[in-house]
């Protein structure tokens, strides 16, 4: 974690907690909380989330969940291009219809992970690169609904064409987890830490958002990589032998991976001394670098690594 900035004031009755208060009450709406329906009400966080961004006039912006649209209209005011992905029916037709004047936003009515991010707009997928697995160059910027968390960012990170950013705003204990250092590792942690480098740009207390969740947030910068470096088609492959090796993560490495893996330690152990990992070390010591050597080294002769 490079940096925290803890978000202290309380938005009371402030102009954006007004604001969605009006809009569910003028089309009779419900804060859907099964769809993870906690809208943003604190402008201080707002900023948070688009200076985090680093928005400019050239960045394409996916956002997921624009919900009553208050994160949405600040991305148009400073991206080139925002894509807005919304499950919910009504709000998706409440937004186009309240959007329609801004010219520079799309509402897409859908669920993001149905949704290959290379196919959310004929424009944007003209300007893609005819070789897969390279970067296209569009950001992810969302509050994302609690329930889809890893999933949406797994589905993004391991797209064919992934974001070069993503700040996105999840649970607090999460966040905390996807950006863990070696000795709190965990599957999660690894799976986004493959593809880029996270770091919590700031702590988000419950009382931000309407209705009130019942847990804390974090605003999470992800730096993705250009080049992942284990390719697309080993993914599969590396993800077997961390999830062995996590299968009973307080056990130490050889014993779980022998037991994810269903070998004997003898077969095992050999692995491990190529990668240069002690047998005696935890699955959550592990770094980046020694899953991918070792991954390297079970690979069997003849099969590609990464
Ligand atoms: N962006 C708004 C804000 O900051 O106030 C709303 C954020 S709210 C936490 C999450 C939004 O994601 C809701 O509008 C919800 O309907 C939408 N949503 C939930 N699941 C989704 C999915 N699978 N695909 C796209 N949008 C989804």
């Not at 705003?169 to 950006?179: D, F, G, N």
Request: glycine residues 6%; contains cysteine; charged residues 20%.
């Amino acid at each position: 974690m490079k940096r925290v900035t803890s978000v202290r004031r309380h938005p009371k009755q402030g102009p954006l907690l007004t604001q969605a208060k009006g809009l569910m009450r003028q089309f009779g709406l419900k804060a859907r909380k099964g769809l993870g329906q906690h809208f943003l009400i604190d402008e201080t966080v707002l900023q948070l989330i688009v200076s985090a961004a680093g928005l400019t006039r050239d960045d394409v912006i996916v956002e997921i969940g624009p919900g009553l649209g208050v994160l949405t209209r600040e991305l148009a005011r400073r991206a080139g291009q925002v894509i807005a992905v919304e499950i919910d029916n009504k709000l998706a037709a409440i937004l186009r219809q309240a959007l329609a004047p801004v010219n520079n936003v799309s509402i897409i009515n859908g669920d993001i992970l149905n949704i290959d991010p290379a196919d959310l707009s004929p424009e944007l997928a003209e300007k893609l690169p005819a070789a897969t697995g390279r970067l296209f160059r569009y950001k992810v910027v969302a509050n994302l609904p609690y329930y889809i968390t890893s999933p949406a960012l797994r589905h993004l990170l391991e797209a064919t064409v992934r974001p070069e950013l993503m700040v996105v705003m999840v649970q607090k204990e999460v966040a905390e987890t996807i950006a863990a250092r070696p000795g709190k590792m965990s599957l999660l942690s690894v799976s986004v830490q493959l593809y880029g480098e996270p770091y919590i740009v700031g702590l988000v207390p419950a009382r931000c958002f309407y209705p009130e969740p019942e847990v804390d947030s974090a605003i999470l910068r992800i730096n993705v990589y250009r080049q992942p470096p284990v390719a697309a088609e080993n993914a599969p492959g590396f993800f077997r032998l961390v999830r062995a090796g996590f299968s009973a993560a307080r056990k130490q490495i050889v014993n779980s991976l022998a037991l994810g893996l269903g070998l004997p330690r003898a077969e095992v152990s050999p692995l491990l001394e190529a990668a240069g990992i002690a047998l005696q070390r935890r699955a959550e010591t592990l770094t980046i670098d020694e899953w991918i050597r070792l991954w390297q080294a079970s690979a069997r002769p003849g099969e590609p690594a990464c």
